[in-house]
């Protein structure tokens, strides 16, 4: 109804118009609309507060904050929202940060369980909780885990890159190539005595993974045609 009136009607105009006409059960769904966006403004402010605060390393403050955002957006949203998700992964980095790696996943995978519902392949949200995913199985020295989630998150950076090719608009981000070669490298010093099959096979994946994403960028900054398979 607030369309058909016009934008830049407020709800609670709209609200007491329905009231002055007797529009009861239309004014209330109003302000309960009013209350849930009115929620969700406060929510997000906060969780923007708090991940400042995380950066800040105050995560005990951080933790409680977000906690209580959760609380709001589940109330709102429902539980299986992308923003639900989005908090989860919050928690999950406050608790990586306190050293807590077994909550920590705990909460980074109930993310990736709504983000990977709810997101789109091209999200940038579902790789960085991947990314964590993968720091905390480091941390806990389960490299085969984080093998998994390196994966993953490459599959998710080729993918994402094959897009903005055909768009023309990649940049060459070598910066990033840097990192994830590092990364990979000191998974297979921590894994160069392991006989795991599957481990092997998910580093084989990775590396044809990694130079696929090198090659691309090589494609897109100087115009190349280059065949990936």
């Known amino acids: 109804m607030k369309q058909k009136i016009g934008d830049s009607t407020s709800l609670d105009s709209l609200g007491k118009l329905l009231l002055r006409m007797d529009e009861n059960e239309k004014a209330r769904k109003c302000y309960e609309r009013m209350v ?99 720091n905390a199985y480091t941390l806990m020295k389960k490299y085969d885990l984080a093998l998994e989630y390196y994966e993953k998150t490459l599959k998710i950076q080729y993918y994402q890159k094959s897009l903005e090719i055909s768009r023309k608009t990649l940049p060459p981000r070598y910066q990033n190539i840097i990192e994830i070669e590092i990364a990979i490298r000191q998974i297979e010093s921590k894994m160069k005595h392991s006989s795991n099959i599957q481990s092997i096979n998910i580093l084989q994946n990775i590396h044809s993974l990694f130079y696929k994403n090198y090659i691309l960028l090589f494609h897109v900054r100087f115009n190349c045609l280059i065949d990936l398979e």
């Open 36 to 134: 849930d966006e009115a929620l969700l403004t406060v929510a997000d402010a906060r969780l923007g507060l708090e991940w400042a605060h995380l950066r800040c390393n105050n995560c005990d403050e951080s933790l409680k904050q977000f906690e209580e955002v959760l609380q709001i957006r589940e109330y709102v949203l429902g539980e299986d929202h992308s923003n639900i998700g989005e908090t989860y992964c919050f928690i999950g980095e406050v608790h990586l940060e306190n050293e807590d790696y077994e909550q920590a996943l705990i909460d980074l995978h109930k993310a990736i369980k709504i983000q990977e519902k709810t997101l789109s392949s091209n999200s940038l949200d579902l790789p960085a909780t991947y990314d964590s995913t993968e």
